[in-house]
């Protein structure tokens, strides 16, 4: 690629030719706009051809259910547990729900599918800005879809761009975060107000998704370390940027008793899986040969580094340490930081991801990665020939050629389905989700929570709860078809005792079930219990922790023994269990989102938040029994 970076006008023999300066920005300008709203529909037409609510996205729902039922920020009533790992996400469907008082899954539906989109002409306009202080007036130079045509092409990026999950919010927040950037650095004197803004942007990272606290602590870092701002400007900083995320980590650890959504819990947000995760990297990146346009940009990128036009650091004495301190400060606020921020972000958060092993969901967690590698070639610069001039000439047509490879990449990888045989659970327990759900409960597009009803066992599970007024366990049976009902003990109270639920897919089992019924899972997203066991070696990630449903009995106080239990299921075991609940800490633990939340109680668990988030006990009651030395299990 050629790019003048002369500031001279073009001129003919006579002089300026402003008519055709003003035809080439105009042609410039229109090639730019169409790319865009291209872009834009083309994702939006391809997202909803794959629309969806996957089972994640409808636990949302049911804690903003219980929002509008005024039961709190909760998944099940009476328990504080955060099952949700985007706060905004939560509170942003909450309120345009409100708002619109439409069916939720459509509020989320359309929600996701604009933040998706927008999020994609965001970084456009980002890298336009980008690269206009490069752009000459002589010869003509459009700006043409590049790096986010790459991200629509794959099918993980139209899959979640509905689903229901906080991915587009994200991705719409990396986008938002790095164009305010763009504007600070590029501004001549950026205004105290459009500081505080970015700042305030960039502090909501953790209530997107707490991973995203490594990019908004990068922002912030080059904010304060930025040279030309003075004390109170770095005091209003600090406080824009905290003042959201401060008072809801004081209100989360005191309300649920955890420093973080109970989500990292139960998943070991800081554990270590480098080799599943590498796996789910290349589940992504194989069948789209990821990998091609991934080294063209990166080629375009390199290019386009060498014809920066940064401003060059002023001379300044005071010796060689102060003057290199000096530079680096002052090139923080420079648009090749911005560029460096949103790469070395990119590849900060795609490490993170392989290291905690991935997701069970074809593609889903690196997409934020992808996104930031993506943003700053999300349109490139391609010289048109110019004639007479051979070397531009032979640039341009590479240029193009290059481009065109991209094109057809992009068109031959938008035809592959998706993730390889994706409705089987593999050894590597990675699915497409989409397709997997779609396919067992005979929907092309699940968006509904009675299109869940058809899943195996659904069904009866609301079937279940209509058939036992008495109330009582509800698990599963194995069969397709019916579920097992463990009865409550006599004497019933008038009205019964309610139902619990205990089923793995939280989202379908209860958002078709009222707010009084109690859904539990055996992975510990809703259920704290599973949450604090930990991890099975060998289990399937993002499901690695699975607690017996002896424990469920145990907790309910449901009847335990022969022949109302399960035939699979043990009454020693449920004997044991409910020994090992009877443990100090254990008991301490449920207190803290079980009991009534009073401001001692607020207190104390403010007090002991991280303690409730370490504390781990064993699977398996007999063990977990002399883990807390209760005497010995039953023989």
């Not at 001279?8 to 080439?24: I, K, L």
């Not at 345009?96 to 939720?104: D, E, F």
């Not at 761009?161 to 590029?186: D, H, K, N, P, Y």
């Not at 010796?319 to 090139?331: K, M």
Request: aromatic share 10%; with cysteine.
């Amino acid at each position: 690629m050629s790019l003048s970076t002369s500031s001279e006008p073009t001129r003919t023999a006579d002089g300026p030719a402003p008519q055709t300066s003003r035809r080439t920005a105009g042609l410039s300008r229109g090639v730019f706009v169409g790319g865009v709203v291209f872009t834009a529909l083309l994702f939006a037409w391809g997202a909803w051809q794959r629309r969806w609510i996957a089972d994640d996205g409808l636990i949302v729902l049911r804690t903003v259910r219980n929002l509008f039922a005024g039961n709190g920020p909760v998944f099940n009533a009476g328990e504080r547990v955060e099952a949700n790992t985007s706060t905004a996400w939560t509170y942003l469907v909450y309120a345009l729900g409100w708002v619109t008082q439409a069916r939720l899954e459509y509020v989320v539906l359309g929600l996701a599918l604009t933040l998706s989109v927008a999020a994609v002409v965001l970084a456009m306009i980002v890298a336009k800005r980008l690269y206009t202080p490069m752009l000459g007036t002589s010869g003509t130079t459009l700006l043409l879809p590049a790096g986010m045509l790459v991200y629509i092409a794959i099918a993980p990026a139209r899959d979640f761009a509905t689903s229901g999950l906080e991915t587009c919010l994200v991705l719409f927040w990396i986008a938002l975060l790095v164009l305010l950037l763009l504007r600070w650095a590029q501004a001549e004197r950026p205004s105290t107000s459009s500081v505080l803004v970015l700042a305030f942007v960039a502090g909501l990272s953790p209530l997107v998704r707490p991973e995203m606290a490594i990019l908004g602590a990068a922002a912030l870092g080059m904010l304060i370390l930025s040279t030309g701002l003075d004390r109170r400007v770095r005091i209003g900083i600090v406080a824009a940027a905290g003042l959201v995320p401060v008072a809801y980590q004081i209100f989360r650890m005191g309300y649920y008793g955890l420093p973080y959504p109970n989500t990292a819990v139960t998943k070991e947000a800081g554990g270590a899986k480098w080799s599943q995760g590498l796996d789910y990297l290349w589940n992504l990146a194989g069948p789209y040969a990821l990998w091609l346009p991934l080294l063209l940009l990166a080629a375009a990128a390199a290019a386009l580094w060498r014809l920066r036009g940064d401003r060059p650091a002023p001379e300044r004495s005071g010796g060689v340490g102060v003057s290199r301190i000096l530079r680096f400060r002052t090139w923080l606020r420079s648009p090749s930081a911005v560029v460096v921020f949103v790469l070395g972000g990119g590849f900060v958060l795609a490490a993170y991801t392989i290291r905690v092993g991935g997701d069970f969901m074809h593609g889903r967690t690196l997409l934020p990665a992808l996104f930031c590698l993506l943003l700053p070639v999300a349109v490139v610069p391609v010289r048109l020939p110019v004639r007479g001039d051979r070397r531009a000439t032979l640039v341009s047509t590479i240029s193009l050629g290059t481009w065109a490879v991209l094109v057809g990449w992009a068109l031959w990888s938008a035809t592959v389905p998706g993730m390889p045989n994706g409705t089987v659970v593999g050894r590597g327990g990675i699915v497409d989700e989409r397709a997997f759900y779609s396919l067992e409960t005979g929907h092309a597009h699940p968006v509904r929570a009675e299109d869940y009803l058809d899943f195996p066992r659904v069904r009866a599970i609301a079937k279940a709860v209509a058939d036992t007024p008495d109330g009582g366990l509800i698990i599963s049976a194995g069969a397709h078809d019916m579920m097992f009902v463990v009865p409550p003990p006599n004497p019933i109270p008038d009205g019964g005792v309610g139902h619990t639920v205990f089923f793995p897919m939280l989202g379908m089992a209860s958002m078709n079930t009222s707010l009084d019924v109690r859904v539990l899972d055996n992975i510990g997203l809703s259920n704290p219990i599973a949450a604090h066991t930990d991890r099975l070696p060998n289990g399937r990630i993002g499901h690695d922790k699975n607690l017996p449903p002896d424990w469920i009995v145990a907790d309910t106080g449901m009847v335990p023994v022969h022949p109302w239990l399960p035939p699979f299921m043990d009454e020693r075991w449920v004997a044991d269990a409910r020994t090992a609940l009877t443990c100090p800490q254990t008991q301490d633990l449920l207190a803290s989102y079980r009991s009534e939340l009073t401001w001692a109680r607020f207190k104390q668990n403010l007090r002991r938040a991280f303690e409730f988030a370490d504390y781990r006990i064993d699977r398996v009651p007999a063990y977990e029994m002399q883990r807390c030395d209760l005497g010995e299990p039953q023989s």
